[in-house]
């Protein structure tokens, strides 16, 4: 079955050390999202990809990078840089920008 | 840049009973869409209806159904019948802007 894969699903880190998230899909989409909720809060855009080697920032991209070397994988690493990185991220996709997404299953990221 | 408003951070509903959660839109573009999404506590999101402004009838999923009111840059979510498995977080976000609203969490009470 065609999916979104977010690994894992929780992930503890220390502070200080960058932490990478994993989300492959096997939809054959060429856009590809992530998104940073707080508790009790929406959804804010990190970084966004429409197509293999480009990406674009959202609107909280400080302290986050990404890549697009594959069509199915967009990698999020969370850097020393982000202040306060413990957060649900969720990963999504769509056939392009602007289509309706299909979302991962979340990574829960507690630093500690 | 666009921008979607969802005023009402918590809902409550009799079971079997209708709700409408709110959620209106700011855009200068003539062509955009609409989508609204369930999150249950287990943090999955769910689509569950779209609406494009060209759509002539408001569109319907089963229980879903949305008041697109254009002049009005509302798109309300009608949920008929609530059942106790329609508890959740219910976010709606423009299709062009890839940004979502702050979100309604839905409590239906037995």
């Known amino acids: 079955d065609g999916g979104i894969t977010q690994s894992p699903k929780y992930l503890f880190r220390k502070e200080g050390q960058n932490v990478t998230l994993s989300c492959e899909q096997n939809?054959?989409?060429?856009?590809m999202y992530w998104y940073r909720q707080d508790p009790g809060q929406g959804l804010r855009l990190i970084y966004y990809?429409?197509?293999?080697?480009?990406?674009q920032k959202g609107d909280i991209a400080e302290g986050y990078s990404v890549s697009r070397e594959k069509k199915e994988s967009f990698p999020l690493t969370v850097t020393s840089a982000q202040k306060n990185p413990t957060a649900f991220y969720l990963c999504?996709?769509?056939?392009?920008?602007?289509?309706?997404?299909?979302f991962g299953s979340g990574t829960r990221l507690t630093v500690v | 840049a666009q921008k979607i408003t969802q005023t009402q951070p918590g809902m409550f509903v009799q079971e079997k009973e209708a709700v409408t959660l709110d959620c209106t839109y700011d855009?200068?573009?003539?062509?955009?869409?609409l989508f609204w999404y369930k999150q249950p506590s287990s943090g999955e999101m769910i689509f569950l209806i779209y609406q494009g402004s060209y759509d002539e009838q408001n569109a319907t999923e089963g229980r879903y159904s949305l008041n697109f009111q254009k002049a009005r840059k509302s798109a309300n979510l009608v949920i008929s019948a609530s059942q106790l498995g329609d508890s959740a977080m219910y976010f709606c976000a423009m299709r062009e802007d890839m940004r979502f609203g702050a979100g309604t969490r839905l409590t239906v009470k037995p």
């Open positions: 990809s429409q197509i293999v080697n480009d990406f």
């Open positions: 855009t200068s573009d003539q062509s955009y869409g």
């Open positions: 999504a996709s769509s056939i392009r920008r602007g289509y309706g997404y299909t």
């Open positions: 939809l054959n989409h060429d856009a």
